[in-house]
């Protein structure tokens, strides 16, 4: 359904696109032909002595400039929402017109299309009522309309095209319209214009008669015309059908020294005509005169007629005569069709058997130096128009390839990004994938009270910690690690949803003659959940070794303990760079045998032990790198999803103070903490990190 309705849209956005441009176009390219068309509409509201041709020349200009514009941003979707209301406002506005013109009938032709698509008053309307339906539809969605050309790109279909029509209207009015339409385009043979073929539908004409008797008046018809007893008192003629029109009726010419018609004599000549037209001498351009009388020089010298033909008064002849020096003869012709031969006041015209060859505006007369022979061995005998398709490849090559081209290159650019946008939302995909996995594992606080507290203190110090945490919660998880005789009373006064108890040691031997060892089964019986196994000081002052640590690990898992497992190289070892080594080698040693369902009971805490209780803590730069590396090695031992689930912590004079900064690292799940977890509030002040 919506792509139905999407086609819809945009197929009415096609119609009016292309309509707005045709019409904007044909307009451009003829501008005097639309201002008198404007003038026709203002003359029928009895306006056109108030309105000056400058405003009507200028009002052409920008209602071809605005229909082209409009029709273009229509194609290229540019500001759709306020280009579609615009266009409708636009439409409104056309139909009422032709609304008024097909019921009052005041021009015989809209103007739409200029010269080009001649429609009746009632096509018209028709031909506006579906362009505003059109219109309605693009407004309602203006958003359905595709782009054609990204908003950044905009701006250069939008100057290019005003600039093209206004220079396409201005050059036309300085030379003449590039296509001509009218019935004297160059080509067309003015006799064979005016035949009316054999057999053409003619026209007719009703008759009523107004009749007198005994003072009463009637009107008949021939049908039903009575006796003679009537006296006759009037009659009304009207035409009931047109008839054909052929396309040039109204092509005649008077001399104006003899009143003669020289139509015939002009049509009728074999060999070269010239014709200098001008509708108005009194407004006629006279910088050319000069150029004029030189053709006519030419003319005379070949003997080829040449008249001037201008729908001016005498005075007004006479007036050019002075000016000018004209010593050729003039002749008078309807004013509407010289405005229809040529837009040019005063254009030259070259007919030749009665076929117009060559049609020059004023402004681009034939070169008077090139005239040095009869017409048929110059160019200027020649026909000189273009042709249709040398004129359609031109506006190709200078509009719409330059555009094709913009928009061609637009849309590859556009694709490119639409390309990076994806992989880029891949990417981010895969790293909020990797985030949220951070979020899934456990972000932790641990604290290792060491060899501190006694048993008063220390349950005191868990009472205190658990109060705090009850009251307002973690947002990780808390776990404290209590030396062995805290554990059973501690275990009373946690609780362990909030905080998690856990033991420092546990021995590597599951029971028996051990004097002075606890059991991993004794740590789980006080209620522990958590061990503390390869702590740096248990590996450096009890000489625990990687398979000791391996044997413990072991019989913790076996006995349901969770494993916060230290691994951490010395200062000498990280100066000698080995850091990573020594660390693989721990966890290599002691923890990487375990399977995959084992691994998951495991936490890590990287313990730099150059760090360990000396105050000089490993930047969170120096601690993300290292914990990145230890996730990276876990994932090729148990694979990438069980690496981003490993929480790994960092050790080693960890406070308040550094712990936000630390933790912000994507790597760093949390902390186990020495000296400052035997404060609640400086431990408290290390968990809230997790809230910043
Ligand atoms: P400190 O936080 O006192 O440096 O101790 C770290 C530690 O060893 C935790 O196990």
Redesign the pocket.
């Known amino acids: 359904m919506s792509k139905l309705r999407i086609l819809a849209v945009n197929l009415c956005r096609l119609i009016l696109a292309l309509t707005f441009i045709l019409s904007g176009y044909v307009k451009a390219i003829d501008p005097l032909g639309t201002q008198y068309k404007l003038k026709d509409y203002a003359a029928a509201l009895h306006l056109a002595e108030y309105i000056p041709d400058w405003i009507t020349l200028t009002g052409a200009i920008a209602l071809a400039m605005t229909e082209f514009a409009l029709g273009m941003f229509m194609l290229f979707a540019i500001q759709r929402r306020l280009v579609s209301k615009f266009t409708t406002a636009m439409m409104v506005v056309m139909t009422l017109i032709t609304v008024w013109i097909f019921i009052a009938n005041p021009v015989k032709d809209c103007g739409c299309f200029g010269d080009a698509i001649k429609l009746t008053n009632g096509e018209t309307l028709l031909k506006n009522i579906v362009l505003l339906a059109a219109a309605i539809v693009t407004m309602l969605r203006p958003m359905d309309m595709g782009r054609l050309i990204s908003k950044s790109n905009q701006w250069i279909v939008t100057n290019y095209s005003l600039i093209y029509i206004v220079c396409t209207s201005v050059y036309c009015l300085y030379a003449l319209p590039t296509f001509d339409f009218r019935p004297y385009h160059i080509g067309a043979n003015i006799k064979k214009g005016m035949e009316i073929p054999e057999g053409a539908e003619q026209p007719e004409f009703e008759t009523t008669f107004i009749l007198k008797k005994n003072g009463q008046t009637r009107e008949f018809t021939l049908d039903n015309y009575p006796d003679s007893t009537w006296e006759f008192v009037d009659s009304k003629t009207i035409q009931t059908r047109q008839g054909y029109e052929p396309p040039i009726h109204d092509f005649s010419l008077t001399d104006t020294e003899t009143g003669e018609d020289i139509t015939e004599n002009v049509l009728n000549h074999k060999g070269y005509t010239f014709l200098l037209i001008s509708r108005s001498l009194a407004y006629a351009d006279d910088s050319n005169f000069g150029d004029i009388d030189q053709i006519y020089e030419y003319a005379t010298e070949y003997k080829i007629p040449f008249y001037c033909v201008t729908a001016s008064t005498d005075k007004d002849i006479n007036r050019w005569r002075d000016l000018t020096g004209a010593e050729y003869p003039f002749c008078t012709a309807d004013e509407t069709t010289l405005k229809t031969i040529i837009r040019s006041n005063p254009g030259l015209l070259l007919l030749k058997d009665a076929t117009i060859i060559g049609k020059w505006s004023h402004n681009q007369l034939p070169d008077t130096e090139e005239l040095t022979a009869s017409p048929d061995k110059l160019p200027i005998g020649q026909q000189t128009d273009d042709g249709v398709t040398s004129k359609l490849i031109k506006v190709l090559l200078t509009f719409l390839l330059p555009l094709t081209v913009l928009t061609i290159a637009d849309r590859i650019w556009a694709w490119s990004k639409w390309v990076r946008n994806k992989e880029k939302k891949e990417s981010d995909k895969i790293f909020q994938i990797f985030k949220n996995k951070r979020k899934m594992r456990k972000k932790i606080v641990a604290g290792?009270w060491k060899m501190n507290l006694n048993l008063q203190d220390g349950v005191a110090l868990a009472k205190e910690i658990n109060e705090a945490l009850v009251a307002e919660k973690p947002n990780c998880e808390v776990i404290i690690c209590t030396p062995f005789i805290h554990l059973a009373s501690v275990a009373q006064v946690l609780d362990q949803n909030v905080v998690a108890l856990g033991a420092e040691n546990c021995a590597d031997k599951v029971k028996g003659a051990y004097t002075g060892e606890v059991s991993a089964e004794m740590v789980k019986s006080t209620g522990a959940q958590y061990v503390i196994l390869g702590?740096s000081e248990r590996r450096q002052y009890y000489h625990e070794t990687a398979e000791i640590l391996k044997e413990k690990v072991d019989l913790a898992l076996a006995n349901g303990l969770k494993i916060l497992f230290c691994c951490g190289e010395t200062l000498e070892e990280r100066k000698a760079e080995k850091q990573n080594e020594v660390v693989k080698a721990e966890l290599e040693g002691s923890v990487f045998h375990l399977d995959a369902e084992a691994w998951k009971n495991i936490v890590i805490a990287y313990?730099p032990i150059w760090?360990?209780?000396t105050g000089m803590t490993a930047t969170s730069d120096q601690a993300e790198e290292m914990l990145a590396y230890i996730r990276s090695i876990v994932a090729e031992k148990y694979g990438q999803e069980a690496a981003e689930e490993t929480s790994i912590l960092y050790?080693?004079?960890?406070k308040a103070s550094n712990a936000p900064e630390l933790f912000s690292k994507p790597n760093i799940d949390g902390g186990?903490?020495?000296?400052?977890s035997l404060k609640c509030a400086d431990f408290k002040g290390i968990i809230d990190a997790w809230k910043k």
């Open positions: 290792n702590h313990e760090a360990i209780g050790g080693g004079s960890c186990l903490i020495g000296g400052a």
